[in-house]
Nanobody, 121 residues
Framework: VQLVESGGTLVQPGGSLKLSCAAS????????VSWVRQAPGKGPEWVSGVNPSGLIPYISDSLKGRFTISRDNAKNTLNLQMDSLKPEDTARYYC???????????????WGQGTQVTVSS
């Protein structure tokens, strides 16, 4: 199983960014996947997840209206569109295979290496 994130960079407050995750080594369309972030000095925070078909997205209440998750099962890709970014969104963002998406249990069996997002002027 491999999950490879990309798209992280330095962005100004109020800006937008799209993260992507390329999955391989498993049948992508059979699994839910999520984004988890970790800010410096803090524990991991679940951001958003999506069910195997892509028809049911889940997002943290604190991020609704700014972040949108999507997946393309034909391309084995997970995306996260982030708008109206704030300095507190600064973190390393990880793509994870989520065994309990929608239940809030945070059981992830595989993680990518992460991509750094820094929101600063």
């Amino acid at each position: 199983v491999q999950l490879v994130e990309s798209g992280g960079t330095l962005v100004q407050p109020g800006g937008s960014l799209k993260l992507s995750c390329a999955a391989s080594g498993f049948i992508f369309s059979n699994y839910a996947v999520s984004w988890v972030r970790q800010a410096p000095g803090k524990g991991p925070e679940w951001v958003s997840g999506v069910n195997p078909s892509g028809l049911i997205p889940y997002i943290s209440d604190s991020l609704k209206g700014r972040f949108t998750i999507s997946r393309d099962n034909a391309k084995n890709t997970l995306n996260l569109q982030m708008d109206s970014l704030k300095p507190e969104d600064t973190a390393r963002y990880y793509c994870v295979r989520d065994l309990t998406v929608g239940y809030g249990l945070g059981v992830f069996d595989y993680w990518g290496q992460g991509t750094q997002v820094t929101v600063s002027s």
